[in-house]
């Protein structure tokens, strides 16, 4: 047997170029090798969506879309949303009372949310038990690997440590403790150089963007914020436009690349020429990735794909839930 991938999105948007190096790439490339299960956790954008929670729907259908654009098949892959698997929420109400109060706010992934997305003291009850859900989500089908990006981490460690908790009631290991798969780059920084590229933020390239969008963000992206002028020798480690060149490179452009930054740190070269070279990049990167999201855009196609994939998992969620009222001895 397989092993099995859990891993998805938050439907509070669009998919962009952050979420493709953080951790579609690796679904991509482990599709074959594991057993997939991708979630699209609708229940979970209402911890940001609540006022006004029915854009949500739109944004599962696209960021489905957006997934099936960056090569995943859906015949292979399971996709599901989690509304439609309640499993998940009676199984999540039972971890819920296996871990503390105080466990839950020290999260430090659902601290800097907080800050970042100025929620002060206004966020939800299941905000602070987001984790706690996605313990659910993950386990529900006994997950090995998780590929998320590097904010993610904090949050598969309280799964771990639930999944543990579970095992040692249990007396045997029911639940395997899940690795955490770190995408090469675990955090993108975004177009205007904010440490990370955010649905929220602005500061995003979508997944399917036109040429001409491509264009306008790079053009007026944050570079070295110290260089004025073009023979003024600039810092190439650090500098979005590297990251982001570094990051969509083919081989054939390792050359010009590599010109690129020695040329930059001299003072060789201006912004905008290397600049113009990332929109050539990004484009070439977004041409299979528009041409796939033609052939999905049908929204009766993107349903019948999410009723399939809802249906295998919610077999699996049934029977794990189940496994988790054995331990808990709730058989009756
Ligand atoms: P939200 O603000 O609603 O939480 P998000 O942009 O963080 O949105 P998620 O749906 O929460 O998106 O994350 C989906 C996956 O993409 C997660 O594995 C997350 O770690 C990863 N990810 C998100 N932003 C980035 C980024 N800038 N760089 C790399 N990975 C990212
Ligand atoms: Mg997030």
């Excluded at 938050?10 to 679904?27: A, E, M």
């Excluded at 739109?58 to 399971?78: I, Q, R």
């Excluded at 029911?174 to 675990?186: A, M, Q, S």
């Excluded at 999905?296 to 794909?305: G, H, R, S």
Aim: aromatic share 8%; proline share 5%.
């Amino acid at each position: 047997m397989k092993k099995r991938i859990l891993t998805g999105d938050t439907p509070t948007g669009k998919l962009h170029i952050g979420h493709y190096v953080g951790t579609l790439k690796n679904r991509v490339a482990l599709q074959d090798e594991y057993e997939e299960f991708i979630i699209l956790a609708d229940t979970h954008a209402l911890s940001t969506l609540s006022g006004n929670p029915r854009v949500i729907q739109g944004h599962t259908l696209s960021v489905l879309l957006a997934n099936l654009a960056v090569g995943l098949d859906p015949e292979k892959v399971h996709f599901f949303a989690e509304s439609l698997i309640p499993e998940i929420y009676e199984m999540a109400a039972i971890f819920s009372m296996y871990v503390s109060h105080n466990r839950a706010l020290r999260n430090p992934t659902v601290k800097d949310e907080i800050t970042m997305k100025g929620l002060g003291d206004r966020f939800s009850l299941g905000f602070v038990n987001y984790p706690i859900f996605q313990a659910a989500d993950i386990l529900c089908v006994k997950a090995d690997l998780v590929p998320v990006g590097k904010d993610q981490e904090a949050h598969i460690e309280q799964t771990r440590e639930l999944a543990r908790e579970m095992n040692r009631i249990a007396g045997s290991e029911v639940f395997p403790e899940p690795e955490g798969l770190i995408g090469e780059i675990g955090k993108l920084v975004g177009t205007d150089g904010n440490p990370k590229m955010g649905k929220s933020l602005g500061n995003t390239i979508y997944l399917g963007a036109t040429t001409d969008e491509i264009k306008e963000k790079v053009m007026s992206m944050y570079t070295d914020p110290n260089r004025i002028h073009a023979s003024d020798p600039g810092k190439v480690e650090g500098n979005p436009v590297f990251i982001y060149l570094d990051a969509f490179k083919t081989p054939e452009d390792e050359e010009q690349i590599a010109q690129f930054k020695q040329a930059y740190t001299q003072g060789h070269v201006g912004d905008v020429e290397v600049k113009t070279y990332l929109v050539g990049v990004l484009d070439r990167f977004m041409a299979p990735i528009r041409e796939r999201m033609e052939k999905y855009n049908n929204e009766k196609l993107l349903l019948e794909i999410l009723h399939a994939g809802s249906k295998t998992t919610q077999g699996e969620a049934q029977k794990n839930l189940e496994e988790v009222k054995k331990i808990i001895g709730f058989v009756y």
